[in-house]
């Protein structure tokens, strides 16, 4: 299993990015399917999760209305939509899934078992 996460980058409050995460060695339509983030000093936090059919999703209340996690499986990939960006946004973003798990809230809620190496959004005037 190998997750590749990139698209960060630095931009400014109010603005947009998009996170890709591409997958190797298993179907990424599978297993749920998450993103998580780690800012400087502070522990690991999970911002979106999808379920395996791609009709559950979870988002922690800061960043609900301004995140969106999709999934293409043509391409064996995973987004993460970010839109009206904070500064306090700005951390280093991690794609994760667990294979046999499907429930997104439950992914958004423990320890993956496999993660991309991150990708570090900066988020500054």
């Known amino acids: 299993v190998q997750l590749q996460a990139f698209g960060g980058g630095l931009v400014q409050p109010g603005g947009s990015l998009r996170l890709s995460c591409a997958a190797s060695g298993f179907t990424l339509d599978r297993p749920a399917i998450g993103w998580f983030r780690q800012a400087p000093g502070k522990e690991r936090e999970a911002v979106s999760c999808?379920?395996?059919?791609?009709?559950?999703?979870y988002y922690p209340d800061f960043v609900k209305g301004r995140f969106t996690i999709s999934r293409d499986k043509t391409k064996n990939t995973e987004y993460l939509q970010m839109n009206n960006l904070r500064p306090e946004d700005t951390a280093v973003y991690y794609c994760a899934t667990e294979l046999g798990l499907s429930s997104s809230y439950v992914l958004c809620h423990r320890e993956p078992r496999s993660w991309g190496q991150g990708t570090l959004v900066t988020v500054s005037s």
């Open positions: 999808l379920s395996t059919n791609n009709d559950i999703t």
